[in-house]
């Protein structure tokens, strides 16, 4: 079974590994889908965000790494997933959630797969945007295997 995790990924944190930890033994194909979404500013290219989830997720070989531009639900019903993975950390994440669900569905015929995090539960990528922002250690917040090509990218900008 097919399923697509998407999201902006700027950066991708603990918080998403998680994620694809607790629905791993559940789904054979796990996309992480790239996305942009035009009401949001990115710390992180597009290249450069793509380059850090694939590096962060190398050892999964039963995930792949894609963009899209658009409905995610079109991107689902283009590539066979019939479902879409979506992290919960709290009440708002949940009533936000709830609201894309209904549109995924009326418009995709497409199930969306929720996973509540009961740890690091307050990592997001804005909050490791803000860290970065005022130069704090972001160690334990991103997979340890992107943590120095962070750094150097929030260097060089």
Same mark, same amino acid.
């Given at each position: 079974m097919k399923i697509v995790f998407p999201g902006s990924f700027d950066p991708i944190t603990v918080g998403h590994i998680y994620i694809i930890e607790k629905v791993k033994d559940l789904f054979d194909d796990i996309t992480v889908l790239v996305e942009n979404n035009p009401a949001k500013k990115y710390m992180f290219d597009m290249d450069e965000r793509v380059r850090l989830v694939k590096k962060a997720l190398k050892k999964?070989?039963?995930?792949?790494?894609?963009?899209?531009?658009?409905?995610?639900?079109? !991107?689902? *019903?283009?590539?066979?997933?019939? !479902?879409?993975?979506?992290?919960? *950390?709290?009440e708002d994440d949940f009533r936000y959630e709830k609201t894309l669900d209904a549109y995924n569905h009326e418009i995709g015929?497409?199930?969306?797969? !929720?996973?509540?995090?009961?740890?690091?539960?307050?990592?997001?990528?804005?909050g490791v945007r803000e860290l970065l922002n005022y130069g704090a250690d972001i160690k334990g917040y991103v997979p340890e295997e992107i943590l120095d090509d962070i750094n150097k990218i929030k260097k060089n900008h």
């Open positions: 999964y070989d039963f995930v792949t790494v894609d963009t899209h531009e658009g409905l995610t639900v079109e !991107y689902c *019903r283009e590539h066979g997933a019939g !479902y879409i993975l979506r992290g919960l *950390r709290n015929n497409v199930e969306t797969v !929720y996973v509540v995090a009961t740890e690091k539960e307050h990592v997001s990528s804005s």
